[in-house]
């Protein structure tokens, strides 16, 4: 079984013509590790797994697989396999010729290759099914499928294109247990794309999350989740409260900024941007809905918001409360339910409040769209 | 049941009035102009070739003669065949199977480049260039041939110029003409269908079976032919039929010896003036051709269904 092999990217640029699809991203995956691309479409994200595997070559930089330099190597010569955003199953060869072409290229008789896809059917639970045509499948089975074309081949590395993108809500999930169950068994390399960020957190053991071509943050998803390093970062990964104002003192980590109608805010700075700040500096503060909680005091701390409620859903397994914000912009406080009936009525002035270390400040930057 | 749904549907999104209309119309576009003539030359073939003071009367039976004349010639005793004729029929056969072999090969690359460099300006282009030759005549287009090909032609002009050949190349008497004429005037008849099948392939079956190492050749043979024999049906299928049944480009670009079966055809019907005769050697063209091309389709896994796509 192998363990897995490094895949570096170097400074890598591609660019299309004047149009830069990739910029200056350097990314080092750890052998064996989950690796996952995150980032809205567009961003740039199939072109560096289109590089990694070979189908393009970096305008500059340089990509190492397993520590040796890519540059002019083909997509068949490197140990890599991809896995297409629409699977790309070949629709006239029955299941069993589609797992097994690879070893149909390096010439294995027709019994060789049957018992080894019958081996990979059996391993994603479609055992008998390798006669059947891949417009006989489902679309989760399209996808074991899939999988098991790219595994055939014992590659190191698996690159995944959004292979679920295509799925309903339920078999996504089930899948993503599957093609975590499928990574402890094969133990190589995955590197995985996707725009969804629950996909993303959930399997991966480190997060890249690209911005139209720039890759922002590149961390564990816990630390992704919990200390964005720029504003991109934290209002596309999950939900997020967004307050403005201008950065009033700094003590050591922590900073506090004047917003103008939530007052003054305790917040840690970005790891990434500490003594990086200085007091008078515009900047932007983050806290997650699920970080807010009702206050018994009225609030005046600086970890304390007050403001009037505009409206409550309820979500099951929480209610989403919505107050005033600055700009028009609202703000979102989770509560789980615990069986309130109601948590507040519209219009009723609540106090909020937070721990500082569930806050994060960073420069102004860009935001991801709605 | 499936049949009854399609024509509610149909009736449906056009409304009683313009559905009946239209259906009117298919129905007499069927009839009238396809199923009728053939039947009437069908009726022909066999009949005697009568004076008209003689039709309806008691001679003007049925008779197989029409088709004993292709095999056995004007020979009733039935000791010898129809050599001239039956060779010319053969002949006509193998060539316009050539012709297809041949515009199968030439159009294959063509439509995969064309069909894979998905709308570029360029491509575009290119589709006009070939097309526009088409809007002159068909004769016309045969004649040019035949000047180029001539003996003091371009081709000739070209090819001692270049000191390949002294003396020119008689490319009429070689049949080399004709071939030329008969590959180009249906050549795009066999592109189009193939480029439409290429251009659906998607792309990335090319680059998966690339990433799993298949080498070029493999990949259209396993990938690209497989997607694409439809289109290649369809096209090969129009080519055979046309090339069979062509009549001006070998009246204008066969050498003197060499007749082409629809010659014989037309001089049945001009010349001799015996229809009967004409309509038979017609429908032996047909019906062989017909049996050619579900035989060639059903050795090669074509449904005739897929043609239709
Ligand atoms: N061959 C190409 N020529 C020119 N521009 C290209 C080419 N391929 C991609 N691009 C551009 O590069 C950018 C990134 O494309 P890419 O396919 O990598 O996006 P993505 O992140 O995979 O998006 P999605 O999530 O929608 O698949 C896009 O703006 C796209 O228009
Ligand atoms: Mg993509």
């Known amino acids: 079984m192998s363990s897995g092999v490094a895949i570096d990217l170097e400074n890598v640029w591609i660019k299309f013509g004047d149009f830069v699809a990739v910029r200056e991203a350097n990314v080092n995956i750890n052998g064996g590790d989950?690796?996952?691309?995150?980032?809205?479409?567009?961003?740039?994200?199939t072109t560096i797994l289109r590089a990694i595997s070979g189908f393009l070559e970096p305008s500059d930089g340089r990509i190492l697989i397993g520590g040796a330099d890519m540059a002019g190597i083909g997509p068949n010569k490197r140990p890599t396999a991809l896995i297409f955003q629409n699977l790309a199953l070949f629709p006239l060869m029955k299941v069993w010729e589609n797992i097994a072409f690879s070893m149909e290229v390096a010439g294995a008789s027709a019994a060789e290759r049957r018992k080894r896809a019958d081996e990979l059917l059996d391993m994603i639970a479609l055992d008998g099914q390798g006669d059947k045509l891949p417009s006989e499948l489902s679309g989760g089975q399209k996808q074991r499928v899939a999988i098991a074309r790219a595994l055939c081949a014992n590659p190191d590395v698996l690159l995944l294109d959004e292979p679920l993108s295509a799925l309903d809500l339920k078999l996504r999930q089930h899948m993503r247990t599957e093609l975590r169950e499928i990574r402890r068994r094969v133990g190589i390399t995955f590197i995985y794309i996707t725009h969804d960020q629950g996909?993303?957190?959930?399997?991966?053991?480190?997060?890249?999350?690209?911005?139209?071509?720039?890759?922002?943050?590149?961390?564990?998803?816990?630390?992704?989740?919990?200390?964005?390093?720029?504003?991109?970062?934290?209002?596309?990964?999950?939900?997020?409260?967004?307050?403005?104002?201008?950065?009033?003192?700094?003590?050591?980590?922590?900073?506090?900024?004047?917003?103008?109608?939530?007052?003054d805010l305790l917040a840690q700075i970005t790891p990434s941007q500490v003594g990086k700040l200085s007091v008078g500096n515009e900047a932007m503060l983050f806290i997650r809905p699920e970080a807010l909680e009702l206050s018994d005091s009225k609030a005046?701390?600086?970890?304390?918001?007050?403001?009037?409620?505009v409206n409550q859903e309820f979500e099951g397994n929480s209610f989403s409360v919505f107050l005033e914000g600055d700009g028009g912009k609202q703000i979102k406080m989770s509560v789980p339910n615990l069986g309130q009936d109601n948590i507040a009525a519209a219009g009723e002035n609540l106090s909020l409040r937070y721990d500082a270390a569930n806050a994060v400040v960073m420069p102004v930057g860009e935001l991801a769209s709605e | 049941m499936k049949k009854k749904m399609i024509f509610s549907e149909f009736f449906k999104n056009n409304g009683v009035v313009m559905g009946s209309l239209l259906m009117g119309l298919v129905g007499f576009w069927l009839v009238f102009l396809i199923v009728l003539p053939q039947l009437s030359m069908l009726d022909y073939s066999f009949r005697f070739n009568l004076p008209p003071a003689e039709q309806g009367g008691p001679k003007d039976v049925y008779t197989l003669s029409n088709y004993q004349q292709l095999i056995y010639g004007s020979?009733?005793?039935?000791?010898?065949?129809?050599?001239?004729?039956?060779?010319?029929?053969?002949?006509?056969?193998?060539?316009?199977?050539?012709?297809?072999?041949?515009?199968?090969?030439?159009?294959?690359?063509?439509?995969?480049?064309?069909?894979?460099?998905?709308?570029?300006?360029?491509?575009?282009?290119?589709?006009?260039?070939?097309?526009?030759?088409?809007?002159?005549?068909?004769?016309?287009?045969?004649?040019?041939?035949?000047?180029?090909?001539?003996?003091?032609?371009?081709?000739?002009?070209a090819l001692m110029l270049l000191h390949l050949t002294r003396e020119p190349i008689d490319f009429i008497r070689q049949d080399i003409a004709l071939y030329a004429g008969l590959g180009y005037a249906y050549i795009l008849l066999m592109l189009f269908p193939m480029y439409n099948v290429i251009e659906s392939l998607d792309r990335n079956q090319i680059e998966a079976a690339r990433d799993m190492g298949a080498s070029w050749l493999r990949i259209h043979r396993r990938i690209v032919i497989p997607h694409a024999k439809p289109g290649i049906a369809s096209g090969a299928t129009m080519v055979f039929m046309l090339s069979a049944g062509a009549l001006a480009a070998p009246q204008i670009l066969g050498g003197p010896s060499s007749l082409w079966f629809t010659q014989l055809v037309y001089q049945w019907f001009n010349d001799s003036l015996n229809w009967q005769q004409g309509a038979a050697y017609a429908i032996v063209l047909l019906a062989s051709t017909i049996i050619i091309v579900l035989t060639v389709m059903k050795a090669f896994k074509v449904n005739m269904g897929d043609i239709g796509k």
């Open chain 1, 34 to 45: 989950f690796f996952s691309f995150l980032g809205p479409s567009g961003c740039g994200k």
């Open chain 2, 75 to 157: 020979d009733t005793t039935r000791q010898t065949y129809n050599t001239v004729d039956l060779m010319v029929f053969v002949r006509t056969i193998i060539a316009a199977m050539a012709v297809t072999i041949f515009n199968i090969f030439l159009c294959y690359p063509l439509a995969y480049f064309l069909g894979q460099s998905k709308g570029s300006g360029f491509v575009r282009l290119l589709v006009v260039l070939l097309i526009i030759p088409y809007w002159i005549n068909e004769i016309l287009r045969a004649f040019a041939l035949r000047i180029i090909f001539g003996d003091s032609g371009l081709l000739n002009e």
């Open chain 1, 199 to 263: 996909e993303a957190l959930t399997m991966s053991d480190t997060v890249a999350v690209m911005k139209s071509g720039v890759i922002d943050q590149i961390d564990t998803g816990h630390n992704i989740y919990d200390h964005p390093s720029t504003p991109f970062v934290a209002s596309f990964v999950g939900e997020n409260n967004l307050f403005r104002g201008k950065i009033k003192q700094i003590s050591g980590n922590e900073a506090v900024i004047s917003t103008r109608r939530s007052g």
């Open chain 1, 300 to 309: 005046t701390g600086k970890t304390s918001i007050s403001a009037n409620v």
